[in-house]
């Protein structure tokens, strides 16, 4: 017992630390995960909120651990990001995405776009918006189902791909989202660069919108500038009323959040917001 008390003492010198392994063990885990297809796809309604009307939903990954059970994204995404795994991730997804959207029109259910988290690795790949043709040619679907969203950071490195990529898009009729809006780059200048078809304001301003005025006068200014460049503005993490009549005071009706529906597994969101 004693040596082996020498040796373990010996590993913890030689820096192996219980962070390193626990994301060893999350790596090699993630690695079977995509290649047994661990993951699940939840929808969250997005909604127009002066009818009600769900007018397209988010998918959201979530991974189904074998051990452990249902974990979040923002415990494997950054590690996936790290090792390039978002990659796969992100192909598993769409796939996903568009599986759904064709067995709701074989089953002759109303399709709503369903928006898909892109990661700014993969978005500035050369050969994006190729992927996208070829999975919407594959399924026989139209551009106008598959929404995408991604972040100002994706946005502001390469210049050159990213108006080809988004070129390419809008050719495609799918259409892009800034998500997270206000986050990210101090300067709005992108918004007249690019060709984009709305922002999603992060819920960090909508949070207490109706109470807190420095949230209320930024989220106010966004919403502003968004509809003067004619994008869409949709407000995220929206959960009380109070938020809701401040954002639809501001003519703001595009919203996402618990208020109107928790993120959760496909054949409930069909119940709950396809059927009937
Ligand atoms: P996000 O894209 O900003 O997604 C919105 C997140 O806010 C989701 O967290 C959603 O569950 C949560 N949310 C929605 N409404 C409310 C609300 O009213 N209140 C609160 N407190 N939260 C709300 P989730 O599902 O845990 O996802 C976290 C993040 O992980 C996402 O943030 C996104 O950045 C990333 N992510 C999720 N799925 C994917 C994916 O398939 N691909 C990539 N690249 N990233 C993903
Ligand atoms: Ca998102
Ligand atoms: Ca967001
Ligand atoms: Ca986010």
Redo the contacts with the bound molecule.
């Keep these: 017992a004693k040596e082996l008390g020498r040796n373990m003492y010996q590993m913890y010198d030689a820096s192996m630390n219980v962070k390193n392994y626990q994301s060893l063990i999350l790596e090699r885990d993630l690695r079977k995960a995509i290649l047994n297809e661990e993951f699940i796809?939840?929808f969250?309604p997005r909604v127009d909120a002066r009818t009600g009307k769900v007018t397209s939903a988010?998918?959201?990954?979530?991974w189904n651990h074998p051990q452990v059970g249902l974990i979040?994204?923002?415990e494997f995404?950054p590690l996936a990001e790290e090792t390039g795994l978002?990659i796969p991730?992100?192909k598993w997804?769409k796939k996903r995405v568009c599986e759904q959207l064709v067995t709701w029109r074989e089953a002759g259910l109303p399709l709503v776009p369903i928006s898909?988290?892109?990661?700014s690795q993969r978005f500035l790949q050369k050969n994006f918006a190729m992927e996208i043709r070829e999975l919407l040619e594959e399924y026989k679907l139209e551009g106008k189902y598959l929404e995408i969203?991604i972040t100002e950071n994706s946005i502001m490195k390469n210049e050159e791909t990213v108006t080809k990529t988004l070129r390419e898009l809008k050719e495609l009729g799918v259409k892009i989202y800034i998500?997270?809006f206000g986050t990210g780059y101090s300067s709005f200048n992108y918004l007249k660069t690019f060709h984009l078809d709305g922002v999603?304001i992060?819920?960090s301003f909508i949070q207490n919108i109706s109470s807190e005025s420095e949230n209320a006068s930024i989220t106010t200014a966004m919403i502003k500038m968004a509809q003067h460049l004619k994008l869409d503005v949709i407000a995220?993490?929206?959960?009380t009323e109070g938020e809701l009549s401040y954002l639809l005071e501001q003519n703001c009706n595009e919203m996402?959040?618990?208020?109107f529906g928790?993120?959760c597994p496909i054949d409930e969101f069909e119940n709950k917001y396809l059927k009937g």
């Design positions: 796809a939840y969250q988010e998918a959201l990954i979530r979040s994204p923002l995404i978002i991730m992100g997804m898909v988290n892109i990661s969203e998500d997270d999603k992060d819920r995220e993490g929206v959960e996402q959040g618990y208020y928790r993120p």
